[in-house]
């Protein structure tokens, strides 16, 4: 058990193994799970929509019709994706999560985002397991994108320190 | 979902090209690739700066790094990360061949979004040659005339998005001054 006080995110090889097979489930409707984080984003925080300036005029009901939000949706489902298939490099997974933070730099997302998007992530994985969804799952979940949403805000303020585009 | 064309007889996508076949082909392969993701990633990596060495600057420390020293190379940690995105990017490419309007839309955002890396648009054209070469090492006597033909129309429909949306983001940048307003999605 890794209790490495320097690693990115400490999690056990049972915290991990719930993790990649929770995704796996989740991984069967990529489009349709996706959708659904970004959906009860908007529901929680109906200004997290509002950064998306080519479809946050069109209705909730179109969006999963519309490429720009399907794009953003394969986006958000390969990045956690990556990010569970990385979980044994405390390195890579660093970078991972601070490059997630950068690529929202250009579109001025506030930090507090992540958090709204955290919530959404749990609340699909609930929909999507049901009664799999155990205390044990939503703790490894918990850690995973705490730690995720923390290096991310970091990359996020560092994009903007630089002043890159 | 997806269009009839390309699905039933055979014939090749209005928008892509790809013939069902062809699709079939790309995807079987691409997981021969997935099958070792580090070793291959790194192949094609390695290719890529043999290749075209101007492409190590882009990268966050290569320039001290000689990637003929194994632990070297496998150890920038910025590369193997961007490897790591880079493997996982193209997968939803591949997943979304038959899906031209969205497949035409990640191709494009990814273009988009290397600006900020000081990538040009004809360094994507190095690309297919990386490509080209990287699959032929990886899978051999299976890189068939036929899965090289497939290979090479996808990648002839993912360039042009790849280098129109870093075009345009070259374009909106100098039109705008650098300042980001919102942004594009």
Known sequence: MSTDRSAVVSLTEGEKATIRRTWAVASRDMMGNGANILLKMFEINPDTKKVFAKFRNIPDNQLQSTPRFRAHVTRVMASIGTVVNSLDDQEVLLDLFKDIGKKHYPARVPTEYFDVIAGAILCMLQQCLGTGYTAEVDSAWTKLYGSLGRHAKDGLREAAAMGTP | ?185
């Open chain 2, 1 to 185: 979902m997806g269009s009839l064309s390309a699905k039933e007889d055979g014939t090749p996508d209005d928008v892509t090209g790809l013939t069902a076949n062809q699709i079939l082909h790309i995807r079987e392969t691409w997981q021969v690739v997935l099958s070792n993701k580090r070793a291959n990633g790194f192949a094609i990596f390695r290719i890529l700066f043999t290749d075209y060495p101007f492409t190590k600057k882009l990268f966050r420390s290569m320039d001290q790094v000689d990637i003929d020293v194994p632990e070297q190379f496998e150890k920038n940690i910025a590369l193997r990360a961007h490897i790591t995105r880079f493997l996982h990017s193209f997968d939803t490419y591949v997943s979304s061949l038959d899906e031209p309007a969205d497949l035409q839309q990640l191709l494009y955002d990814t273009g988009k979004s290397h600006l900020r890396h000081s990538v040009k648009p004809e360094y994507f054209d190095a690309l297919g040659n990386v490509l080209m070469k990287g699959l032929t090492a990886v899978l051999g006597k299976d890189f068939t005339e036929e899965v090289q033909g497939a290979w090479g129309t996808a990648w002839g429909f993912f360039v042009i998005h790849l280098k129109q949306g870093l075009e345009d983001a070259v374009r909106h940048g100098a039109e705008t001054n650098g300042t980001a307003a919102g942004t594009d999605e």
